[in-house]
């Protein structure tokens, strides 16, 4: 991890706060920290669904295993709202495919500032409402569907199982969050001991929460940050991913408390030694084995609960 720091720091890479939004994603889609693993599965197909804001891209991976009925991921890929998209994360939605054996649908929401809270959330609501009417085109369960996501990814994956338990909607039966942004980082220990120095920092969350969020009163919304909710009751069992040297450490970490105060299950783990993306470190030239367990309890975990 260190040797991926320094070399990162060598490059001497313009912060966010210098680009543009659409000069940001250029630069994170070169700078990919993990080349792309050779996992090969039964099929990769992009799909285009109509979304409340325009056609929501999706991107569909199969692993081929066998049956009717396999519980399904629905993957919301990170990049603070603003940058990242389904090739950057078609590594790590391949091998969660390959790992659960289940299908995974990785979603390209729309991006601030061109689409600000709450159009990225409202594209997610309906790539599951298309998973869950579409379950039986895909070989997939619509009572075993999973949400799941990294970072702000994760945010979308926690605040659209409060979205849908609100609503009414169709059952999400686990939620997957990895490192996720569902609050106010900046009041916490973990943002003052990582706001620098370790990849994602203090800056970068600035730059992201400006070109997200339009208003004040958004950032108060508990879909938005789902830490905020008074109740966490009834929503599913969830699994919460954290990183030691992560601004976002101690968000995780207390949504992962205030879900289990809730009555809601939860395995949380906390990866002491690893940064900020590290679950998508999966292969040269940054190939880390402390990714690889986290994705290996990531998969024990769904499988317990799902099979």
Same mark, same amino acid.
């Given at each position: 991890?260190?040797?991926?720091?320094?070399?990162?720091?060598?490059?001497?890479?313009?912060?966010?706060?210098?680009?543009?939004?659409?000069?940001?994603?250029?630069?994170?889609?070169?700078?990919?920290?993990?080349?792309?693993?050779?996992?090969?599965?039964?099929?990769?197909?992009?799909?285009?669904?109509?979304?409340?804001?325009?056609?929501?891209?999706?991107? %569909?991976?199969?692993? $081929?295993?066998?049956?009717?009925?396999?519980?399904?991921?629905?993957?919301?890929? $990170?990049?603070?709202?603003?940058?990242?998209?389904?090739?950057?994360?078609?590594?790590?939605?391949?091998?969660?495919?390959?790992?659960?054996?289940?299908?995974? %649908?990785?979603?390209?929401?729309?991006?601030?500032?061109?689409?600000?809270?709450?159009?990225?959330? @409202?594209?997610?609501?309906?790539?599951?409402?298309?998973?869950?009417?579409?379950?039986?085109?895909?070989?997939?369960?619509?009572? /075993?569907?999973?949400?799941?996501?990294?970072?702000?990814?994760?945010?979308?994956?926690?605040?659209?199982?409060?979205?849908?338990?609100? /609503? $009414?909607?169709?059952?999400?039966?686990?939620?997957?969050?990895?490192?996720?942004?569902?609050?106010?980082? *900046?009041? *916490?220990?973990?943002?003052?001991?990582?706001?620098?120095?370790?990849?994602?920092?203090?800056?970068?969350?600035?730059?992201?929460?400006?070109?997200?969020?339009?208003?004040?009163?958004?950032?108060?919304?508990?879909?938005?940050?789902?830490?905020?909710?008074?109740?966490?009751?009834?929503?599913?069992?969830?699994?919460?991913?954290?990183?030691?040297?992560?601004?976002? /450490?101690?968000?995780?970490?207390?949504?992962?408390?205030?879900?289990?105060?809730?009555?809601?299950?939860?395995?949380?783990?906390?990866?002491?030694?690893?940064?900020?993306?590290?679950?998508?470190?999966?292969?040269?030239?940054?190939?880390?084995?402390?990714?690889? @367990?986290?994705? @290996?309890?990531?998969?024990?975990?769904?499988?317990? *609960?799902?099979?």
């Amino acid at each position: 991890m260190q040797a991926f720091l320094e070399r990162y720091e060598s490059l001497d890479m313009p912060s966010f706060n210098e680009l543009s939004a659409e000069e940001a994603r250029e630069l994170f889609d070169q700078l990919r920290v993990a080349g792309e693993p050779e996992i090969e599965l039964e099929s990769v197909e992009d799909r285009t669904i109509g979304g409340p804001h325009g056609e929501v891209p999706l991107r %569909v991976y199969d692993p $081929g295993t066998e049956g009717t009925a396999r519980p399904l991921l629905l993957y919301f890929h $990170g990049g603070g709202w603003v940058i990242g998209n389904v090739d950057t994360h078609d590594g790590t939605c391949r091998k969660l495919a390959a790992d659960t054996g289940y299908p995974v %649908v990785s979603v390209d929401y729309g991006l601030a500032p061109e689409h600000p809270f709450p159009e990225g959330l @409202e594209d997610c609501y309906a790539a599951f409402e298309w998973v869950a009417e579409t379950a039986a085109e895909l070989d997939a369960d619509p009572d /075993r569907l999973v949400v799941a996501g990294d970072s702000a990814g994760g945010g979308l994956a926690a605040g659209l199982s409060l979205l849908v338990r609100d /609503r $009414g909607g169709p059952a999400i039966a686990y939620q997957l969050l990895i490192y996720p942004s569902v609050g106010d980082a *900046t009041v *916490t220990e973990a943002y003052k001991e990582n706001s620098q120095g370790y990849f994602l920092t203090a800056d970068d969350m600035a730059w992201f929460r400006d070109h997200y969020f339009e208003t004040e009163i958004d950032m108060g919304n508990v879909y938005a940050c789902p830490l905020l909710a008074d109740d966490l009751s009834e929503l599913p069992p969830a699994t919460v991913i954290t990183a030691g040297f992560d601004p976002l /450490r101690d968000v995780g970490a207390n949504y992962a408390d205030r879900l289990e105060a809730a009555g809601v299950p939860v395995a949380y783990h906390n990866y002491d030694d690893m940064i900020h993306g590290f679950f998508g470190m999966i292969s040269e030239p940054v190939a880390l084995e402390r990714a690889h @367990e986290a994705h @290996e309890a990531a998969v024990a975990d769904l499988h317990a *609960t799902l099979e």
